[in-house]
């Protein structure tokens, strides 16, 4: 059977998400990827390959972020990113790997892939801006931006480079709580005014996750961090742990139906508020 509607050209998507690893070094409380919960998950060079791969033809991405978790304690991350370069050119794709800066300075690799593969590294300056302050972190982060600000400094961009800065913070990290409670006693808030749950939304990015493609990060790991915190067979999360992403062997119907109602309010946004639930980034406690 012939598709309806044929993608003769891939869709754009402006930004995708990428778990490398899902655990973390900080249990942020209010985390929208549920990395404050510890569940698992470390993945290699191959796997990472291979959930994107039979992507690639359909879909063109502006930029890839690397995320996790913290995605520098994986420790095929090089590879990973050289993989990715390899399959995303540069004047094609901003590659980025989103990071609380903790590991830079354990990891002198980072050098050669802002120098000789155009990956972008951005610090999300989690230490510096909690609730609570720890000399030691702040040390390490400050350190380790200027490190890697000192190499992206040192690199000659090509002329093909359009892109932002090689190096950038984020200061401003309010999120936004989508479950009610805390600890392993949370819920979805179940209500039916999706669309001022949408307005409030800091969670709006296209996830890859397994080769999957999930609208947004709650969706893609909450059944993992429910299953580490005991609660999964909780009826309350039924419906939206019976969500269905989207696999690699969908139609062109499919791929074009779900990228156009992926921005838009949905029936999934009823587990989050309905209005602002926002912990704000010096009241944040880093470790929950």
Request: hydrophobic residues 35%; charged residues 25%.
């Amino acid at each position: 059977m012939m598709n309806s509607v044929a993608i003769k050209k891939p869709i754009v998507v402006d930004n995708l998400d990428i778990h490398v690893v899902n655990s973390c070094n900080l249990r942020c409380q209010g985390c929208n990827h549920l990395a404050n919960y510890g569940y698992g998950g470390l993945f290699t060079e191959k796997e990472l390959v291979d959930w994107i791969k039979p992507w690639k033809p359909r879909l063109a991405f502006k930029r890839i972020s690397l995320l996790g978790g913290e995605p520098l304690l994986n420790p095929y991350l090089k590879n990973i990113c050289i993989a990715y370069r390899r399959l995303f050119p540069s004047e094609e794709t901003k590659l980025r790997i989103t990071t609380n800066g903790i590991l830079i300075k354990k990891c002198p690799w980072l050098k050669e892939l802002i120098q000789e593969y155009n990956i972008h590294i951005q610090v999300s300056l989690h230490v510096l801006n909690g609730k609570t302050k720890y000399p030691k972190l702040i040390k390490q982060v400050t350190q380790g931006l200027r490190l890697i600000e000192k190499w992206a400094g040192e690199t000659p961009k090509p002329v093909e480079y359009r892109w932002s800065s090689t190096v950038d913070s984020k200061e401003k990290l309010n999120f936004q709580v989508f479950y009610d409670g805390a600890g392993d006693n949370i819920k979805p808030f179940k209500h039916d005014n999706i669309v001022e749950s949408k307005k409030h939304c800091t969670c709006e990015t296209l996830q890859l996750y397994k080769q999957h493609l999930y609208k947004c990060s709650p969706l893609a790991y909450l059944e993992e961090a429910l299953m580490k915190i005991g609660i999964k067979d909780d009826p309350d999360w039924r419906p939206f742990l019976n969500y269905i992403p989207l696999t690699p062997d969908c139609s062109d119907d499919d791929l074009k139906r779900f990228m156009d109602n992926q921005p838009k309010p949905e029936w999934t946004c009823r587990m989050c508020p309905p209005y602002s639930n926002v912990i704000l980034s010096k009241k944040r406690k880093i470790f929950e």
